[in-house]
């Protein structure tokens, strides 16, 4: 039963990512489209670690950046094809990844969230500063994606690309979840030594979970490095790993489509509140604090629920 | 032939002796209880054998192989699973879910073929979810095959435990506390469970103080006191011990 409802989410996720260009009016939205779905993929990947595996991460824009610099400084300073380009900066990051999470998630709560703190800000200021090789504050220009002869043009090209990258990272962490591997996420979240007893090893768990949902933001990072004309800092910096875990949290901690919608929403919101652009990290704030104390679940559980009661 | 050798065991909390130069011996088939007074060190003696406490001296053999520096997932691996007396259950997953951890060093659990679903995890995890259901009506919880264990009255959490443990397929099975917080009948039927789960061949070691539960189903019984030994024996022989009266009534006028 469970896995027919799964491949239903799916089914009309397809149906809906299909038919969505044609109610776009023109490639303004698709263009935010395809920012959402970049932070949709990014959220999807992080949820496995804080809503699956209770482990917070305050530094994963850090990833991101670290996946778009590696693709920019690869392609334009030493002419690599983009695709293996993308591939050398999923590597170097699962690396540095790998390397970093033992120590830090021996950390728990708040230590945890500072130190993944502290590496995103870290990340964050050598790209600033490396500027002979970044661009620094200026940024760098990537160039357009190319494989095999075919280049991406245009937005709709690329929203084909993310629509079915997105596609593709639902299905295989929906997969995980619904797996020995993915129990035993949920399981330590639950409780850690009731997890070990019955023989989850849960350090390499944790290690693991971390290292693939910052492989999932790099990849995304280094297509978005191609996708805008300009890749800044910004992207990279302590602003954007918030506002990823916001995405995560208002979506819904523990729901795969739950961060599809928080990145979805989140990322479209402030284009229509562009009035507002001053006060977006008031607004970002308040979303952050509403859904704590109103549905401390998040946006799609709590509908779930709301739903479920209702039928019963 | 012993399943598990204690060694002049002692464990200290900053200067207190939760349990001191403790030595004893758990026979394989038998069902093992330890009591004593509150304080006496039972947990933290549960805690030093599962390895989630470091001992401060002294060695455990599980099996003939020392349990030192060993992980509780590697004793797991070894054959070790155990209860808690304050639950730690997976509140954030169903009850069957919470059973199906329990056979996760049964299980394929390759990172590869979990991520693409291939045919196999799907064929293991459909025959964990039975095997899981079928632990649950062992344990009488066939009322919450389809709960959400934070949707679970207390006592059945209890034996939420006991089925996620039995799922690992121990060879030594550690309950602490199992009848604590229920009422005289769900007790008794903890005890058929325990019994049963003992016939079955698994080595069970109780830490209890439902004197009718422990007098009535052990093989033998490990009496602590301030974390040392105070007698051992069957249960004839601990009810008979002067000094063991004298502990528990609070007076030498035994």
Redesign the interface.
Known sequence: MK?VSRWAGLGALAVFLAVLPQALPNNYYVDIAVLAGFNAIICVGLNLLIGYA?QISLGHAGFFGLGAYCSAVLVTHHGWPPVLALLAGAILVGLIAFAIARPILKLKGHYLAMATLGIGIIISIVINTEAGITGGPDGIAAGPFTLGGFTLQGERDWYWVVAGLLLLTIW?AT??V???????L??L???E??????????TRYKV?VFVVSAVIASVAGSLFAHYVPQLTPTKADFFKSIELVTMVVFGGM?STFGALVGAAFLTTLPQFLTVFEDYEPIILGGIMMGTMIFMPRGLVPTIAAFIQRRRS | MTLLRVENLSKEFGGIHAVSELSFVINPGTIHSIIGPNGAGKTTLFNLI?G?YTPSLGAILFDDKSTAGK???EL??RG???T?QNL??????TAI??V??????H???R?LP????LPG??K??AL?REKSAELMRFVGLEAYLDADADAMPYGALKRLEIA??L??EPKLLLLDEPAAGLNATESREIDEVIVKVAQSGVTVVLVEHDMKMVMGISDHILVLDYGKKLAEGTPAEVRNNPAVVAAYLGGAHA
């Open positions: 896995g209770g295989l997969n995980l619904d797996s020995p591997v993915g129990r035993a949920r399981a979240h639950g409780s030594v009731g997890a070990e007893v019955v023989g989850v090893d849960t693991m523990a | 599962t989630v992980a509780p997932y797991a691996k070790m699973s155990r808690f730690q259950i997976f509140f954030n997953m879910e919470n199906m951890v329990g056979r996760h060093l299980l394929d659990r990172f979990s991520l693409l679903r995890i799907a293991s995890d964990a996620r443990a799922a690992a």
